[in-house]
Nanobody, 121 residues
Framework: QVQLVESGGGLVQAGGSLRLSCAAS????????MGWYRQAPGKKRDLVAT???????DYADSVKGRFLISRDNAKNTVYLQMNSLKPDDTAVYYC???????????????WGRGTQVTVSS
């Protein structure tokens, strides 16, 4: 019903930057919160950043001042600009969207498949 497709991951040296994108498509009436989560090997999935439809943002303490989340509501797309990357940022990054479906007008929670970010020291 709804697909989230992430792009922009890769390998970067410590101190470098990457920009992740996630586009939502399908039976979308509206999207409330969109966000990014990450999961390192052997660890649980953690919040990185979220943004509401109105543009309010929230960040994990570990990325404040380095990462910037934004969204384009017309394109149903959320972005994550990651600067000053550290080896500890290495993880699979997952996009999340809280969608009101155009078919049922009910909320559903959707996840992308993830994109690998690797930061070398």
């Amino acid at each position: 019903q709804v697909q989230l497709v992430e792009s922009g991951g890769g390998l970067v040296q410590a101190g470098g930057s990457l920009r992740l994108s996630c586009a939502a498509s399908g039976s979308i009436f509206s999207i409330n919160d969109m966000g990014w989560y990450r999961q390192a090997p052997g660890k649980k999935r953690d919040l990185v950043a979220t943004v509401t439809s109105g543009g309010s943002t929230d960040y994990a303490d570990s990325v404040k001042g380095r990462f910037l989340i934004s969204r384009d509501n017309a394109k149903n797309t959320v972005y994550l600009q990651m600067n000053s990357l550290k080896p500890d940022d290495t993880a699979v990054y997952y996009c999340n969207a809280k969608v009101v479906l155009s078919t049922t007008f009910r909320f559903n929670d959707y996840w992308g498949r993830g994109t690998q970010v690797t930061v070398s020291s």
